[in-house]
């Protein structure tokens, strides 16, 4: 049998891998044994939840064959024989340890026998999917809430006795519900139906035309004028350029001094060259704080009027130009 196999597995590679963890403590024997004997009482009760909790504490506590079979056969008397089946199978093929007491071999012993008489009341459900998506949606599966992968569902799955939900989902639609109550050792199959994939709509990104086959009509809208750019960007080019040209003029005056030019004016004609820069620079930087002024006054007077303008088809292009005593702008309004 599998099980006989898994135990001999486990034998060999217990006896070459060392244990990782830690020997339990004094504290945690002591602990795990009281647990042990609560469960124990408990069960004798038939609160086998009340048990399985108590035979946990001692299991995590002191990890051992006898711990996981105290486990395995709670999960089993309360009706969980998926998760009673697989500890009982941990504590089957659980590697002896030196000096191990008579009671853990015993407890080995009898795991195994338990999950063999277990393993054939797992009930199980087969899970077919009709109307499968043609466009590739994704589909989604859970039993119970718990997802399970898609590539899963070709065999049966095992669940514990009881109702169980499976749902269904398409991206894009809602999901599908399915219910099945089985028994003990029962192997039923439920069909579920998937919704059906939602069309991919059709886009036209064109703009859409009237019937006289004109372009959409632009509607005014609210916002700042174009005016309101222009002057400020003739304000910020005019303060620019007139203050670096004013500087370039008070440079070149300078210069004018030092060629021996008179405070009236005069200079020697080796100077006139000098002359036309400073009277070029001069009246530049002039005409620039002019444009700033300008500027100014058509952007303060733009916001204030404000009022609503028509959206532009291709943008606002502002295109200062400078040129020498001039200065201005160009662009598509």
Request: aromatic fraction near 4%.
């Amino acid at each position: 049998m599998a099980l006989c196999s898994a135990v001999v597995a486990a034998s060999l590679i217990g006896s070459v891998i060392p244990r990782a963890l830690a020997e339990p403590s004094p504290q945690d024997k002591s602990t795990a044994r009281d647990a042990v004997l609560a469960g124990r009482q408990l069960r004798a009760k038939k609160d086998f939840k009340g048990a399985l909790e108590q035979f946990k504490v001692a299991y995590a506590l002191v990890p051992s064959p006898i711990t996981a079979y105290e486990v395995g056969r709670a999960y089993v008397d309360a009706g969980l024989l998926v998760e009673g089946y697989e500890k009982l199978v941990d504590a089957a093929t659980m590697p002896p340890k030196p000096g191990e007491s008579p009671e853990a071999k015993k407890a080995r012993g009898e795991a195994k026998q338990l999950a063999d008489a277990a393993e054939p009341r797992i009930p199980s459900i087969a899970v077919k999917r009709d109307n499968l998506p043609s466009n590739g949606a994704a589909v989604t599966v859970s039993v119970d809430g718990r997802a399970v992968p898609v590539d899963a569902l070709a065999a049966p799955l095992k669940v514990n006795p009881g109702a169980h939900e499976i749902v269904a989902t398409v991206e894009g639609a809602p999901p599908k519900r399915a219910n099945v109550t089985v028994d003990e050792g029962d192997a039923k199959s439920v069909t579920v139906r998937l919704p059906d994939a939602p069309k991919l709509a059709a886009t036209n990104d064109r703009p859409k035309r009237d019937r006289g086959g004109d372009a959409p009509r632009v509607e005014p809208v609210a916002g700042t004028s174009t005016w309101t750019y222009v002057g400020f960007t003739l304000a910020g080019v005019g303060l620019v350029v007139g203050g670096v040209t004013g500087v370039l003029a008070l440079s070149k005056a300078s210069t004018l001094n030092g060629e021996g030019c008179t405070a009236d004016h005069r200079c020697p004609s080796a100077a006139s060259g000098d002359i036309s820069s400073y009277n070029a620079l001069r009246y530049t930087s002039f005409a620039s704080l002019a444009v700033a002024v300008v500027g100014v006054g058509i952007g303060v007077g733009s916001l204030v009027l404000g009022g609503a303008k028509e959206q532009p088809k291709q943008g606002v292009t502002v295109t200062p130009w400078i040129g020498l005593g001039s200065i201005g702008v160009q662009g598509v309004f």
